[in-house]
């Protein structure tokens, strides 16, 4: 698997808003797009950086995945996306080679991405997502 370039880099915080004063005020980023994921408890801000974007990650219930990181390690980077072609088969290419796998099968992400996550036990400690724009 060749990834084609990162896709994002998801960073955990405990409030968009609050978040925003630094991205956008202090280092001059601007916010594109705000939207929730139901499905996986959580709000995501979006910005541009060259060719590659930033996803800050704001939990909406006290049981969701992006909560209970902040609570074990805290706010800050919580994985890398990698955009990938053929999002399934990477999926099993990865498997085979004895990678463990969050997400055995793509499903429905921020922006309308196809994503699977790839579990850090098997990635150098680094949540990893595999993203894939539909269609592709």
Do not use: W
Request: a negative charge; one cysteine or more.
């Amino acid at each position: 698997m060749i990834p084609n370039k990162i896709e994002h880099i998801g960073i955990a915080v405990k409030s968009i808003e609050e978040s925003l004063k630094y991205y956008e005020g202090i280092l001059g980023l601007k916010c594109y797009k705000i939207e929730e994921v139901a499905d996986q408890k959580v709000k995501t801000a979006f910005m541009m950086v060259g060719e590659t974007k930033l996803e800050l990650l704001e939990s909406t219930s006290p049981e969701g995945p992006v909560a209970k990181f902040i609570d074990k390690k805290g706010e800050g980077i919580h994985h890398i996306a990698f955009a990938v072609s053929g999002l399934a088969d990477r999926l099993r290419e990865v498997e085979e080679k004895g990678v463990q796998l969050i997400d055995k099968n793509p499903r429905k992400g921020a922006e309308g991405l196809n994503i699977a996550f790839l579990h850090p036990k098997s990635t150098q400690s680094v949540l990893t997502e595999l993203c894939e724009k539909p269609n592709e």
